[in-house]
């Protein structure tokens, strides 16, 4: 049996590996950057948001959501909305273009997941999905930002 330390190290680098194989298995085809398509994501779930909300479920400043918006909102990818509780904050929202376009590249990244796992049996790919969400959820905790799922 391998120590927790070996066990750790072992775990970090293949984390990094993920990280860097995740990219490659997409087909090129995207149209939204990483950022945007995170941003969006986040946004479909929830209720309009203000920056310091984004902000703070992102762990970001201010100024880079900001701009991040800003760049959505240039593209027609969101939209201000009001407050509705009557406040002077800026919310913001998905337009249906951005959710357009959100759907789109979240279905040409299932597809090159696909083709890493798709002979895999369900019970391997349900022990995988389930080991993924427990370590983000690990992860959620212990910043004490949970996503909403």
């Given at each position: 049996?391998?120590?927790?330390?070996?066990?750790?190290?072992?775990?970090?680098?293949?984390?990094?590996?993920?990280s860097?194989h995740?990219?490659?298995?997409?087909?090129?085809?995207?149209?939204?950057?990483r950022?945007a398509?995170?941003?969006?994501?986040?946004?479909?779930?929830?209720d309009?948001m203000?920056?310091?909300?984004?902000?703070g479920?992102?762990?970001?400043?201010?100024?880079?959501?900001?701009?991040?918006?800003?760049?959505?909102q240039?593209?027609?990818?969101?939209e201000?909305?009001?407050?509705?509780?009557?406040?002077?904050?800026?919310?913001?929202?998905?337009?249906p273009?951005?959710?357009?376009?959100?759907?789109?590249?979240?279905?040409?990244?299932?597809d090159?997941?696909?083709?890493?796992?798709?002979?895999w049996?369900?019970?391997?790919?349900?022990?995988?999905?389930?080991?993924?969400?427990?370590?983000?959820?690990?992860?959620?905790?212990?910043?004490?930002r949970?996503?909403?799922?």
């Amino acid at each position: 049996m391998r120590a927790k330390r070996e066990m750790f190290e072992i775990m970090e680098r293949e984390l990094t590996l993920l990280s860097r194989h995740y990219l490659h298995v997409q087909s090129g085809d995207q149209t939204l950057e990483r950022s945007a398509y995170v941003l969006l994501g986040r946004l479909e779930i929830s209720d309009p948001m203000t920056l310091k909300e984004l902000a703070g479920a992102f762990a970001l400043d201010v100024s880079t959501i900001n701009r991040q918006i800003a760049s959505l909102q240039r593209h027609g990818l969101v939209e201000r909305t009001s407050d509705p509780d009557g406040g002077m904050a800026r919310r913001f929202r998905p337009t249906p273009a951005g959710l357009e376009k959100l759907a789109r590249d979240r279905e040409l990244n299932a597809d090159g997941v696909k083709r890493v796992v798709g002979g895999w049996s369900v019970e391997d790919m349900g022990r995988l999905t389930e080991l993924l969400t427990r370590f983000n959820r690990e992860i959620e905790a212990l910043e004490g930002r949970p996503w909403p799922r």
